[in-house]
């Protein structure tokens, strides 16, 4: 499985920007993709994850109702839309698949994620 993030950048507090995770090597529905966040000094934490087998999201409750995890599988692609972001939503954020018999890890265990993405940096100013 391949994942490669794109999309970061700088964005205001307050705005919106979105992240892309592009897939590719594994079939779809077999998998759950997790969007993970370091920001410096932190430990890496779970964003948001989407379950391709039945649909489900899930969302870490910092990023709850600002945040939304969606996907295209037309495109192979995932996506992170971060709305009214703060400072604190600084972060290198990285997607990250795991088979979806392991979804209960996807927010909550990183090293129980099975592959991950480089990583796409993204900055919020004041």
Known sequence: VQLVESGGGLVQTGGS????????????????????????????EGVACIDHGDGSTYYAEAVKGRFTV?????????????????????????????????????????HGMDYWGKGTSVTVSA
Request: charged share 20%; aromatic share 12%; net charge positive.
């Open 17 to 44: 920007l979105r992240i892309s995770c592009a897939s590719s090597g594994a079939v779809w529905e077999d998998y759950a993709i997790g969007w993970w966040r370091q920001a410096p000094g932190k430990e890496r």
């Open 70 to 110: 969606s996907s295209d599988k037309a495109k192979g692609t995932i996506y992170l839309q971060m709305d009214s972001v703060k400072l604190e939503d600084t972060a290198v954020y990285y997607c990250a698949a795991v088979p979806v018999q392991r979804t209960w890890v996807c927010l909550s265990h990183a």
